[in-house]
Nanobody, 126 residues
Framework: VQLQASGGGLVQAGGSLRLSCLVS????????LAWFRQASGKEREFVGS????????TYAASVKGRFTTSRDNAKDTAYLQMNDLKPEDTAVYFC????????????????????WGQGTLVTVSS
């Protein structure tokens, strides 16, 4: 398993969760780790991304100001801090990784990522 996502669960609207994505050390020279989500019956959508270089993180408009990406290199782990959760945030959340550099516009495209975690379910009750 190259990426392992965890931290999902049931939370009330307005609450917070932190998702983790453990990155296998077999994945080296990563440039980006992104979070995507897929709600039941909907297509997978971009949530946010973080760069291993000095590039700024990116976020979907729907989560900007509420979600934050981060990483802990010592723990080989990336995080998605989700605050002020809303029922529409309910979905299975996936982490994905890419090695090669990418234009900013491409970072929200799931086809640009080489490795995917198994997903973790986040349910936000109203």
């Amino acid at each position: 398993v190259q990426l392992q996502a965890s931290g999902g669960g049931l939370v009330q609207a307005g609450g917070s969760l932190r998702l983790s994505c453990l990155v296998s050390r077999r994945l080296f020279n990563l440039n980006y780790l992104a979070w995507f989500r897929q709600a039941s019956g909907k297509e997978r959508e971009f949530v946010g991304s973080i760069s291993w270089s000095a590039e700024s993180p990116t976020y979907a408009a729907s989560v900007k100001g509420r979600f934050t990406t981060s990483r802990d290199n010592a723990k080989d782990t990336a995080y998605l801090q989700m605050n002020d959760l809303k029922p529409e945030d309910t979905a299975v959340y996936f982490c994905a990784a890419r090695q090669n550099r990418l234009a900013l516009s491409g970072r929200s495209n799931p086809e640009q990522y080489n490795w995917w975690g198994q997903g973790t379910l986040v349910t936000v009750s109203s």
